[in-house]
């Protein structure tokens, strides 16, 4: 199989180097308008050919658009115009409902599968690429009913080959599920590197200090915005929603520390202490 | 040399463990109100033998505190107590102006070092200690100068034992840096495991899309409320500033989402992403 990477980045790549350690595909090609990550894909053997845009999805069986999630979202239509009903195109997005409702009436569209595969990390570029990312991962794939038949088989066939399970839901759910499990974590985690950058101007000291539960926490703080602002955009009211939640728990913790009650932070604690078990099932 | 440890939880058995390994200590009095955890720690070889209070005490050359920094700061006092002039006491709290200040006019506070190891998990008991835990990882030890020479003398050697590297400071400062860089962290991870839990009630889609990422920011949420209480208690000014900075920030990002200020919301995640170099220096 041909296939064509939109974005060889962090999760392009990534996918690249399985599907090729699999044999799932025997050929590459490369497309982004960053010609440094076309350069490096290259030489680290990631894709097989640099190609332009229209040469790239006419000769590849699957398309995969793994930018950032607006770019993806303009790009889509774009690949569609350009396909017949044998080819079939997949997303790796982190937001879906902007993506499937830019395509809704897309005469194209039953080509098209939605599909988001919850790993990541905070590097990007095809340096960082990992052929074993996503074993042992779920890969989520959006609005099944909408894509054909033959089309979803074959990136079933995909999510199987990078070693993850499917689960299948509506893209409306995935954006309110992703902002509580994904996006939370990263916006916290920069409000904390802002917070004790604000704090602590003594660089050394955080550097020697910084213990292994500070350097998890912050881990996500590291992530690019190319490809975070995108995401908090696509999804705003979702990330509000949960955003406003958050600093309403970080309340009860400063209410409880302001009146000396240690019961009630016990409570709050004894609470979080909850994530453990769901965490382990 | 014959060491006592009272508390033998996560950071007291993973001193112990080490220290046998580097035959630095050939005899263990273990010392601890649980019962389950004695046991335990007998049963895996983290200590020798089972000790009340006063004998494990009497038959020591060092004595380290390994409780929760509320019970260390009332046993301290009651160990100096106890001890000759020859005999020296270490504990390895999260919190250091409570307990320095505890002993500051005690006959033998010279005899007494306070020192922070910068290692911990969210796990504990002695079934948790694990020997390498330490290996070059900073350890804070506190207002040297009140320290005899021969007692710090021994704690730095046992610093090197357990293959950390010393940092001088003295107790306020330590307070305010680990308020920073440790304390918030649990703060911001317990905060938003309740998020989620709040908003999250389908468990078993927390379960199945919690990727990497949410996991390594929620994990110190799983830390235990019997050692947390007690350092947010006595650190309780620090953690308070940090956290209304903390919430502060995370305003600017609610803020720059509900004005669609994109250029603002990439400026703060910018920022945000200098923490890859400081902790990467």
Same mark, same amino acid.
């Given at each position: 199989?041909?296939?064509?990477?939109?974005?060889?980045?962090?999760?392009?790549?990534?996918?690249?180097?399985?599907?090729?350690?699999?044999?799932?595909?025997?050929?590459?090609?490369?497309?982004?308008?960053?010609?440094?990550?076309?350069?490096?894909?290259?030489?680290?053997?990631?894709?097989?050919?640099?190609?332009?845009?229209?040469?790239?999805?006419?000769?590849?069986?699957?398309?995969?658009?793994?930018?950032?999630?607006?770019?993806?979202?303009?790009?889509?239509?774009?690949?569609?115009?350009?396909?017949?009903?044998?080819?079939?195109?997949?997303?790796?997005? =982190?937001?879906? /409902?902007?993506? &499937?409702?830019?395509? %809704?009436? #897309? $005469?194209?569209?039953?080509?098209?599968?939605?599909?988001?595969?919850?790993?990541?990390?905070?590097?990007?570029?095809?340096?960082?690429?990992?052929?074993?990312?996503?074993?042992?991962?779920?890969?989520?794939?959006?609005?099944?009913?909408?894509?054909?038949?033959?089309?979803?088989?074959?990136?079933?066939?995909?999510?199987?080959?990078?070693?993850?399970?499917?689960?299948?839901?509506?893209?409306?759910?995935?954006?309110?599920?992703?902002?509580?499990?994904?996006?939370?974590?990263?916006?916290?985690?920069?409000?904390?590197?802002?917070?004790?950058?604000?704090?602590?101007?003594?660089?050394?000291?955080?550097?020697?200090?910084?213990? =292994?539960?500070? /350097?998890?926490? &912050?881990?996500?703080? %590291?992530? #690019? $915005?190319?490809?975070?602002?995108?995401?908090?955009?696509?999804?705003?009211?979702?990330?509000?929603?949960?955003?406003?939640?958050?600093?309403?728990?970080?309340?009860?913790?400063?209410?409880?520390?302001?009146?000396?009650?240690?019961?009630?932070?016990?409570?709050?604690?004894?609470?979080?202490?909850?994530?453990?078990?769901?965490?382990?099932?």
């Amino acid at each position: 199989m041909k296939i064509s990477i939109i974005g060889v980045g962090l999760i392009g790549g990534s996918i690249a180097l399985k599907l090729k350690q699999k044999n799932t595909v025997d050929f590459i090609y490369g497309i982004d308008n960053n010609t440094d990550n076309l350069n490096e894909a290259l030489s680290l053997n990631i894709i097989s050919e640099k190609a332009d845009f229209e040469n790239g999805i006419k000769n590849s069986d699957l398309i995969i658009i793994a930018t950032p999630v607006d770019s993806a979202r303009e790009i889509l239509p774009e690949v569609l115009n350009l396909i017949s009903d044998q080819q079939t195109v997949m997303d790796v997005g =982190s937001t879906k /409902s902007g993506i &499937v409702n830019s395509v %809704k009436d #897309h $005469p194209k569209r039953s080509r098209f599968v939605a599909f988001h595969p919850m790993w990541g990390t905070e590097n990007h570029g095809p340096k960082s690429a990992i052929a074993d990312s996503f074993s042992g991962k779920a890969g989520v794939i959006c609005n099944r009913e909408e894509s054909a038949d033959d089309a979803l088989q074959l990136v079933e066939n995909i999510v199987n080959d990078l070693d993850m399970h499917p689960i299948y839901m509506n893209a409306e759910d995935h954006d309110i599920h992703t902002a509580y499990i994904s996006h939370i974590s990263h916006i916290t985690s920069y409000a904390l590197a802002n917070t004790v950058l604000e704090k602590e101007k003594e660089e050394d000291t955080i550097f020697q200090l910084a213990s =292994s539960g500070f /350097s998890s926490t &912050v881990r996500l703080a %590291k992530s #690019h $915005p190319e490809m975070w602002v995108p995401i908090f955009k696509q999804n705003k009211d979702n990330v509000l929603d949960v955003l406003n939640e958050h600093i309403s728990q970080l309340r009860k913790f400063k209410s409880a520390l302001e009146k000396d009650n240690f019961e009630y932070l016990e409570e709050l604690i004894v609470n979080a202490n909850r994530i453990r078990e769901i965490l382990n099932q």
